[in-house]
């Protein structure tokens, strides 16, 4: 499956990731996974001084580091069959011009420029929750780099509502993730994913 995952943070993306990962792995099946596209990149940069210095970047040099690696990630959603991109380029389009460059205002290249690149079977994977859910999470479990202040969660809600709607990508589908567990959540993805899937990725759910 080639998927990219989007939705508010605090909505699942992560845990759907590694549900997915753990999955494969049980299943015969590797997934190349990057969920790093947030600033700064706690995936990649383990060390607190590292994120620092992302954090502190210029907005200039934010916006084209993020515009490079969005573009790299689309020639690995090509080369790669199964594929976990966590929030890629629609996060991206939400989160860059209000939180990493807002002096820029926004990618140089639009949502649709890249997605004009990607592969038919790509699965657009939209997560939400209630927005008190979110809060609660917030509170219960804080990021060290927090991106969306509880204050902003509608505002952010509402920006992906519609770029979600406004994706090229044709297979796609959405999860409330508001009453699942991480069990629950991969469940309920698995199950629903099955319309959208292409005969190679069809057939590989059969034989399992």
């Known amino acids: 499956m080639r998927l990219v995952l989007i939705g508010t943070e605090y ?30 990149d706690c995936q990649m ?15 200039v040099l934010k916006e084209r580091f993020q515009r490079f690696q969005i573009a790299y990630h689309v020639r690995l959603i090509n080369k790669y069959e199964h594929i976990l991109l966590g929030g890629f380029h629609i996060e991206e389009q939400v989160y860059g011009p209000k939180y990493y460059y807002p002096s820029i205002g926004r990618l140089v290249e639009t949502s649709h420029a890249w997605e004009e690149g990607m ?36 505002e952010m809600q509402a920006a992906f509502n519609e770029a979600y709607r406004r994706s090229w990508l044709r297979r796609r589908l959405t999860i409330d993730t508001s009453e699942l567990t991480p069990e629950g959540l991969l469940e309920t993805f698995l199950k629903e994913s099955i319309p959208h899937l292409d005969t190679r990725d069809l057939l590989i759910r059969q034989s399992l």
């Open 11 to 40: 909505t699942g993306k992560t845990t759907l990731c590694q549900g997915l990962m753990d999955w494969g792995h049980d299943n015969g099946i590797h997934h190349h996974l990057d969920d790093h596209f947030s600033i700064p």
């Open 45 to 59: 940069l383990k060390s607190e001084e590292d994120q620092k210095i992302m954090t502190g970047l210029p907005d």
């Open 119 to 154: 592969p038919e079977d790509t699965i657009l994977v939209y997560l939400t929750a209630e927005r008190d859910v979110i809060a609660e999470r917030m509170k219960s479990d804080p990021h060290t780099y927090q991106v969306v202040p509880e204050s902003d969660i509608e």
